[in-house]
């Protein structure tokens, strides 16, 4: 009967000294010991703080409130720009820069549209449809989290035009991030100075990232260079609120019965006014160009409920009502 109790015992004391002494030298075998990110120290703890994760390089922009969109008085200004408060109760990582034929490549494989030049991988990637930019985040995600660089608590997608103009603005309320003027000097695009400013060169192609001044918060080219997908579909009233995200609600329909997503910040072909921090374009997410690309952020997963969201906090799920989800039909706006 003893040798019954005795042996059980054995076999637990030398289970446990597996682990026992140190613990930098006694890593049982079949554990991962691959760094594993952990997501309540994910967040960032100032703007602009930077981190690369799966080898991209991100800036944080930190849980605040702005007014979204452009005022009466500001130059260029289009109908479907009316101003609007919103709040972002969580903090995001941002692409420091937009996303390049060279990341497309390791992350993805072959470019959607060729690559723009021999002479660099670091050109923004081009004729990327919306789709194909959704799936490069979640392949994004996944090697991210596979390396234990990226809690399961969060991912990589595209991020919401609110998220967009909050990280483009980086608190600033003027018509772009560097003022009320913007020259091609500031930033990549061929036309018209926008308000004023001083004549630049006229490029007529897009260049490798970062070649521009970043705003207050490091991010690269928000202005010009190329357009970015955004999450969300095309609604002619901005959405206000908390957490604005319009991805699931369809919104305006376009004069020919289709629907569009939203593309920001201007290119290398177009006019600086089309590069203002407010400025906003429908666009057929199915369709191409060689002037529209994206970037990603790294955003903590929300959990749908049947009351709109539960944004997952640190301290537990907050409820938020989508503020605005209710198709608005009108006619499609000139572009």
Same mark, same amino acid.
């Given at each position: 009967m003893r040798e019954a109790v005795i042996l059980p015992g054995l076999l637990l004391m030398a289970g446990l000294s597996a682990y026992s002494g140190d613990a930098q030298t006694r890593t049982p075998a079949m554990m991962d010991s691959r760094p594993q990110a952990v997501a309540g120290s994910f967040a960032g703890s100032a703007a602009g703080e930077m981190r690369t994760i799966g080898g991209i390089p991100l800036r944080w922009c930190p849980p605040g409130r702005f007014r979204m969109g452009s005022p009466p008085s500001e130059p260029g200004r289009r109908p479907d720009e009316e101003q609007v408060d919103v709040t972002l109760t969580q903090g995001f990582w941002m692409g420091q820069y937009e996303v390049t034929e060279g990341q497309w490549r390791r992350i993805v494989g072959a470019l959607p549209g060729g690559a723009t030049s021999s002479e660099s991988d670091g050109f923004p990637v081009q004729s990327v449809n919306y789709a194909e930019a959704v799936e490069f985040c979640r392949l994004l995600t996944a090697q991210a989290r596979a390396s234990g660089e990226l809690p399961g608590e969060w991912e990589f997608r595209l991020p919401t035009e609110a998220q967009w103009e909050y990280a483009c603005r980086a608190g600033t309320t003027t018509a772009t991030a560097f003022g009320d003027r913007l020259s091609s000097n500031q930033a990549n695009f061929s036309g018209k100075p926008y308000n004023g400013a001083e004549e630049g060169p006229a490029l007529n192609r897009a260049v490798p990232v970062g070649r521009y001044a970043p705003n207050a918060w490091g991010l690269h080219d928000m202005h010009g260079n190329a357009f970015e997908w955004v999450r969300d579909w095309y609604h002619s009233r901005l959405p206000g609120g908390e957490d604005p995200d319009m991805s699931s609600s369809k919104g305006t329909m376009n004069r020919d019965g289709t629907y569009s997503r939203v593309r920001r910040g201007g290119a290398w072909n177009d006019d600086g006014m089309y590069c203002r921090s407010a400025f906003r374009l429908r666009y057929e997410p199915e369709r191409r160009s060689d002037h529209i690309g994206f970037r990603v952020a790294a955003? =903590?997963?929300? =959990? $749908? %409920? !049947?009351?709109? +969201? #539960?944004?997952?906090?640190? &301290?537990?799920?907050?409820?938020?009502?989508?503020? +605005? !989800? =209710?198709? &608005? +039909?009108? %006619? $499609? #706006?000139?572009?």
């Open positions: 955003v =903590r997963k929300e =959990r $749908r %409920s !049947g009351r709109g +969201f #539960l944004f997952q906090h640190e &301290d537990g799920p907050n409820p938020v009502w989508p503020p +605005f !989800g =209710r198709n &608005d +039909f009108e %006619s $499609r #706006l000139p572009e």
